[in-house]
């Protein structure tokens, strides 16, 4: 290892540390830099330690055995002594155990010796909102022990690391929420594009791809879209851009409907077009700016059939005739496509309505749409 680190190395060190939480897998950049620069075997960060519950969540340097990550998971993590260390302090595995408890334990002789790790630098960081992560540095038998210039140098990158992962976990709480709220999007059969500020396409979900893939009253073209006739689109591209203008100006949200007919007959399409209110801070030439809400009339609830059965107390017969009923069918419909007579389904009908305390059908199909059903 260099007798000091530059400014520079380290300047390079803890950028590398902060973008960590930006890579396909955190941190491996900044992990195999510090393996390299302190000329260790191995470096190891795991996020979650392994329990009896669930696995543990490491990131490894390059070299690193998907069987050995795979071990310790299972069953070696149990027998693992250097564990629990001081909260942010940097130790050597030789002041945490002794030379001979090390040589002697089944974890050093089954686990780490095969591999040839011998010494070992660690630290373990436990944050206020309940993170449990821990780094080890190792080196073989052979190599030159750790000493007070290498606890030094990771010492220094602690209290980065654990920003950093407070960052991390973050920004995974903000893409669980994300993906939660798309998912409900999705489940309700609305179709969602986001815009830039150019008008471009910046993300879509399921039923909006599904929609522009039928290019049947929508279709992407150079990233921009257009809907229905070319007078469909003329108006639909004055919304975007009056969204657009409102959004710069910081108005309140504009909020404007389109009725696009189908080339094909199909019942038409509705599309609401908004501008996405700005964040305080928000700034960049991608960001949300604009979002289109697509409704197909056509496109049938996806409730399951044992959730609205749940809800409504219904029996498997009496689901399946309100499914129908909230995916457009008539009575006379649904009687023929379950097989039964239009006597009993008036039977079934009436007693959903016992169970649900509506009066019509029209209120029974739009209580079950408008049920949490959909978001099952």
Partial sequence: MQQSLSLKTFSELVGNLYQGPLENIPWATFLNQLNVYLQSKFVTFILRPPSAQVDGLMVNTTGTSTEATA?????FFTLDPFVDLPNRQVVTLAEFVSNDDWQNCEFYKNFMEPVDVFQVLGADI???????????????RDDKAFGDEEKALLAEFIPH?????KIHMQLNRIEAERNLYAG??????VGTIIL???????QTNQVADRLIQEKDGIKLVNDGLQVGTARDTQEFRRLVKQSLLSQKSSNPSVVEAL???RPS???DLGIIVRSVPLAAWSEGKQCPTVVIFISDPEQQSSAPQEIVRALFDFTPAETQLAMLLANGLTLDEASEELGISRNTSR??????FSKTGVTRQTMLVRLILRSVATLG
């Fill in 71 to 75: 071990s310790y998971n299972k069953h």
């Fill in 126 to 140: 436990n944050t206020c909102d309940g993170a449990q992560c821990r780094i080890r540095i190792s080196r073989g």
């Fill in 161 to 165: 690391l654990e920003r950093s992962i």
């Fill in 184 to 189: 409900a999007v999705d489940q309700m059969a």
């Fill in 196 to 202: 830039d500020e150019a008008g471009k396409v910046l």
């Fill in 259 to 261: 009725r696009v007919q």
């Fill in 265 to 267: 007959g199909r019942a």
């Fill in 347 to 352: 039977a079934h009908l009436r007693s959903t």
